[in-house]
């Protein structure tokens, strides 16, 4: 085992719940028998782990922040809980909900909560199949749990802003967050990581579950603006009952190293996923997404389409996986992958799988990549339009389609001018697309 986390698992061990001892003792385990993995390892082949470092330190409980950067607003029009370094800060939060939806930490749970909390903690994964799962549970000390009863329409969101401060040592932090959405609820979760100015190297351990119930409809949307020197290993894990909706988009600019395992099981029939995602590094970062949807019962359907940009020297990998079971009869399931390469010296490893083992199914899939459409830039330049700026122009309508299909209205509102900063140089280039 790599010694990089070898002083933030002893010190965790100190401090997690007892109702949470067992589930942490066999994380623990599980990681300190484990090998990191390497380039032969068929999910790590083109992704490796030399970012890390050895000297990691877990965030300072008394890490306070005065006011929130301007550029963060007033949030998405709902209540909002703010971590920095992983540690909750109550003064910036604004913690209003929904009649019959209970939002809590961890540390301050009910018994009540927390026999809920231990039920259902770990029960969307195989923490043996996702060794930083098993690094995350190692290693947990507080996360949130969020709990929307039966037949609660909650109309406003509730976003979780995790920030990453300009701590003077690499920190490290581990983010946990479980959803249970109840029979016939309706919910929508942000989940927001933002890097401060300043912000020196740091690792996050990050791992999401979302639990919807029979006819429950959950929207979850997870953007990633964590600055350069940022590495981000983590996963959110879906488990879809009877006539359960979900909602799930993704969105990651680069950093150093981003590795994200995204699943979804559809655990009763008719559970329908919408899985969709944008992901733009340059320079010289990483972004890896990793999905597999698993359709266990019959009657069930998923869409998922993912694009990104890939702009200078920087490198993304996008490997899809659906998999369909024996008894997965009257599946529709589709996956698209498409990639725009903006440099000769940018690169994208895309791998769509289909494995299938019912004959009563309809599903496709399929990835491009492809260069800026020249009839297109022609059309542009013939138009009094400059190089600099249609290559903006396009570059931002390959992603459009995705971004002005999300629900949230607010959250389109917010990435719209982010998105026009990270595509043009000035103002002047990004003036057709606000």
Known sequence: MSSFMQQPLAEASRRVPHWLQSLQSRGLSLWDGAAMPTRRTE?????????????????????????????????????????????YQPILSQTSSADGVAVCRFEEATEQQADKIAEHLNSCLDVEDHLFAAL?????????????????????????LWLISAATAPTAINQRLLVLAESGSNATIVEHFVSLEGANDSFCNGLTELIVAPNARLAHYRIHEESGNAVHIGGVHARLDRDA????????????????????????????????GVYLPRGDEHIDYHSTIEHAVPHCSSDEVFRGIIADKATAVFNGRIHIHPNAQKT???????????????????????????????CAHGTTVAQLDESAMHYLRTRGVSHAEAEVMLSFGFINELIEGLGLESLRNYLRPVLASRFARNSELSRHLL
Not at 139 to 151: H, N, P, Q, W
Not at 251 to 271: E, T
Not at 333 to 362: F, M
């Open 332 to 362: 529709r399931a589709e996956l698209s992958n498409r990639n725009l390469l903006t440099s000769a010296e940018a690169q994208i490893n895309s791998k769509p799988e289909l494995e299938i083992y019912a004959d009563d199914v309809q």
């Open 245 to 276: 909706q979900l909602e799930s988009f993704h969105l990651a600019l680069g950093s150093v190293l981003k590795r994200f395992d995204l699943v979804v099981n559809h655990a009763g029939p008719g559970a329908y996923a919408s899985l969709n």
């Open 43 to 87: 999910n790590w082949k083109y992704t490796g782990l030399s970012a890390l470092r050895d000297d990691y330190e877990l965030a300072d409980s008394g890490i306070t922040l005065d006011a929130l950067p301007a550029k963060l607003g007033e949030g998405f029009g709902g209540s909002r809980l703010v971590f920095v370094d992983g540690v």
């Open 136 to 160: 995350n549970t190692a290693t947990l000390r507080d996360g949130v749990f969020v709990e929307i009863g039966a037949k609660v329409n909650a109309t406003a969101p509730i976003e979780f």
